[in-house]
């Protein structure tokens, strides 16, 4: 099996565990931003400290970093941030699985945006397969029965949010990776992540001090949970990260569509909710839009 697919499963299996940590820090008394700081502030010294040490590894300094390095590292980094934040304001409106479903609109855009930006188009196939999933999705996001669409008007616009800033985000990745001067994929990997990490994380001091003063003490005291939190946030994103380094972005966008199955055990079984027929349905699109682009995009 290629090494894209084997990190992207991961990345997604990894990330469900963050967003439900995050999910407790949200109803254990941080706001979205803090929960959203939680992210980044752990992760960034474990991902400068790797980013180092391979680079020690392998006997070479530090690569150039070339103006369109930074501009697709931070377009990425700050598409993170804001798509994070609507991610974690969606959990307090729908259940824990819809709402990650929610955010994976981003998988055609995705495809669009790799298109126009970096020139890598899917094929016929792979598109297909995309499509199938957005159907799940789109299944997904219906209201539930009795309740009009005003009822939860807030959770299709944050997911749909979301979704388009993580595609924009995705594609930076993936063009911050291929802008590295550096042979080995993890290594290009690691240095992008320690770079994006570092900037998440000051972007977001200065705005939480202003906006919610008190904030970063109280995700600092909390350290028990929000340390996890960044542990499991830099082993996902080395997942993704690897994974973009070495395949189309809409690809490994659209595969990591398996977390949407992982949530739906976490929700189930943590959190104790259930889910409809309908919403089970929709998991099953996405299940078979997997399998296809398994099929589909592990043949490139």
């Known amino acids: 099996m290629p090494l894209w697919i084997l990190a992207t499963l991961a990345a997604a299996l990894v990330q469900t565990g963050r967003f439900a940590l995050q999910k407790h820090l949200k109803s254990a008394g941080l706001t979205t931003a803090g929960a959203t700081f939680a992210r980044f502030v752990f992760a960034a010294p474990l991902a400068l400290a790797l980013a180092a040490a ?32 609507a991610t974690v304001a969606l959990f307090a409106r729908r259940n824990f699985a819809a709402g990650i479903a929610f955010t994976k609109t981003e998988t055609v855009l995705v495809a669009l945006f790799s298109a126009v930006f970096l020139g890598e188009a899917v094929s016929g196939a792979g598109f297909a397969a995309i499509l199938v999933g957005l159907a799940g999705v789109l299944l ?111 690809y490994v966008r659209a595969l990591g569509q398996v977390e949407l199955v992982f949530s739906a055990l976490v929700s189930w079984i943590l959190f104790r909710e259930r889910a409809t027929g309908r919403e089970i349905a929709g998991i099953g699109l996405l299940g078979l839009s997997i399998v296809l682009l398994v099929l589909v995009a592990g043949k490139t």
């Open 54 to 85: 391979l680079l020690a590894a392998d006997g070479q300094g530090l690569p150039a970093l070339s103006g369109r390095f930074w501009l697709a590292a931070l377009g990425g980094g700050l598409g993170q941030i804001l798509a994070t934040t």
């Open 140 to 250: 997904l996001s219906l209201p539930k029965r009795g309740a009009g669409w005003g009822a939860e008007a807030q959770a299709p616009a944050l997911g749909l949010a979301a979704g388009a800033l993580f595609g924009l985000s995705a594609i930076g990745y993936r063009a911050a990776t291929q802008a590295l001067d550096v042979d080995d994929a993890f290594t290009r990997a690691a240095l992008t992540l320690a770079a994006v990490t570092s900037f998440q994380t000051l972007a977001m001091l200065p705005w939480l001090r202003w906006r919610t003063p008190g904030e970063i003490t109280r995700v600092l005291a909390r350290w028990r949970v929000t340390a996890l939190v960044g542990v499991t946030g830099v082993l996902g994103s080395l997942g993704w990260f690897l994974a973009f380094a070495l395949q189309n972005a809409a």
